[in-house]
């Protein structure tokens, strides 16, 4: 499956911003799909994470309660909605899928190219 995530930019803290990552192929619906980012000179974090079917998801601790996760199987698309925006959420966000609901990286096999988040305080 290849995944091009968009809806990136510059934000005002505060703000919302939706993320959007399309899937292609057929097979959008057989994988777990994850967000994940990545600060200057930091590691790539885990962000939230949905089930094949969308009706399990989980978050980070930094974003639970500001950011959710959600996927439309019809439109091969998984969204991150973003909230609340903080300067500390500035990143590179990527979507990622693969067999396991899981919050660590190396478990999912595929990546969208990323997409940059920038808040502004």
């Known amino acids: 499956v290849q995944l091009q995530a968009s809806g990136g930019g510059l934000v005002q803290a505060g703000g919302p911003l939706r993320l959007s990552c399309a899937a292609s192929g057929r097979t959008f619906s057989s994988y777990v799909m994850g967000w994940f980012r990545q600060a200057p000179g930091k590691e790539r974090d885990f962000v939230a994470a949905i089930d094949r079917s969308g009706s399990v998801r989980y978050a980070a601790n930094s974003v639970k309660g500001r950011f959710t996760i959600s996927r439309d199987t019809g439109k091969n698309t998984v969204y991150l909605q973003m909230n609340s925006l903080k300067p500390e959420d500035t990143a590179v966000y990527f979507c990622?899928?693969?067999?396991?609901?899981?919050?660590?990286?190396?478990?999912?096999?595929?990546w969208g190219q990323g997409t940059l988040v920038t808040v502004s305080s």
């Open positions: 990622a899928a693969g067999s396991a609901l899981a919050a660590t990286a190396h478990l999912y096999d595929y």
